[in-house]
């Protein structure tokens, strides 16, 4: 082998990662730029921030009352939006629907815990209530 194979050989390698770079570093930078490199964790359900801490019955006009509790979150400042889900049970029934409210809590800033009330139907005198959260949604206020 002479000095011009391996020169010819040289710029084969040259070449070669040249064209490599051409085709990868377009790809790798889309992956990035598209949100493939390091993420943040995604944000937590709404759902996960609120709870019931309170069912009862109304004694003047037996209708079932939840108090729930709601708490910030990091992202900033909020409201929630709750459906709360009244049934004379903890085991949902599937033959039947469950009465449901929504109550609005609003001002919920970060590290702080704000409440709020959903009435819920006429409750009837024999039956103990459940309440429940059944879905919440958390919209930032700006």
Do not use: N
């Not at 002479?2 to 570093?25: D, I, N, R, Y």
């Not at 990091?74 to 903890?90: I, K, L, M, S």
């Not at 409440?115 to 959260?133: D, K, L, N």
């Amino acid at each position: 082998m002479g000095v011009s194979a391996l020169k010819w050989q040289g710029w084969l390698v040259g070449l070669v990662t040249l064209a490599g770079l051409l085709v990868f570093a377009p790809l790798g930078l889309y992956v990035w730029a598209s949100g493939g490199g390091p993420h943040e964790a995604p944000p937590r359900a709404a759902v996960e921030d609120v709870r019931v801490i309170g069912c009862r019955i109304d004694p003047a006009s037996r209708r079932v009352v939840a108090a729930v509790q709601a708490a910030g979150r990091a992202e900033g400042a909020g409201a929630y939006v709750v459906t709360v889900e009244f049934r004379d049970g903890a085991e949902p029934d599937p033959g039947r629907r469950a009465a449901q409210a929504l109550v609005k809590v609003p001002g919920v800033v970060p590290g702080a815990t704000e409440y709020g009330e959903a009435v819920g139907p006429v409750w009837p005198v024999a039956t103990v209530p459940w309440c429940g959260v059944a879905g919440a949604e958390f919209t930032r206020t700006p």
